[in-house]
């Protein structure tokens, strides 16, 4: 069986990827979000299936640099846990260490860019588009700005 790990920061992109999960039956699947007081129960539904890594954002750039590092390393210790063969993310910052990672090591990356943009590039998405194997956009007019992306329609 393929295994598959399922990544993605916490909130939005997190609801987009918890979308997939009639996929996670047909694979040896895990998941990989953020750790928030929020989220916790997750650990309840999908026991050991998920995994956190540290939740920081760019909104505190004190910390952020450190939380980052810190979650490269966690990343690579999941990677290397797990051996997943195919990364499937959403996005976004929190997924950007781990498609690194998985692409160093040779395996498959599918980046579907977040249903809330609908003219423009996340940061993360403008980076995992020139090495994803499958980079898919929820809507048409996101094919403009990444010609070579699949348009996949809406996960919702």
Not at 10 to 22: D, R, S
Not at 128 to 147: C, G, K, N, R, T
Request: glycine share 6%.
């Amino acid at each position: 069986m393929k295994k598959v790990l399922f990544i993605s920061s916490c909130g939005g992109h997190f609801t987009e990827l918890i979308q997939l999960k009639e996929m996670f039956s047909k694979y040896d699947y895990h998941i990989i979000t953020e750790k928030t007081k929020d989220n916790l129960s997750l650990k309840d539904k999908y026991h050991e299936k998920i995994d956190f890594l540290i939740y920081g954002t760019k909104d505190h750039p004190v910390t952020y640099p450190f939380k980052l590092l810190a979650n490269c390393f966690l990343s690579l210790f999941y990677f290397l846990k797990y051996r997943p063969g195919y990364i499937v993310t959403t996005g976004v910052h929190t997924a950007g260490p781990m498609c690194c990672i998985a692409k160093l090591f040779g395996k498959k990356i599918i980046y579907i860019e977040t249903f809330a943009n609908v003219h423009s590039k996340t940061a993360t998405g403008r980076l995992i588009y020139h090495f994803a194997d499958l980079f898919i956009v929820q809507w048409e007019s996101m094919l403009e700005v990444y010609p070579k992306a699949t348009y996949g329609g809406w996960i919702f």
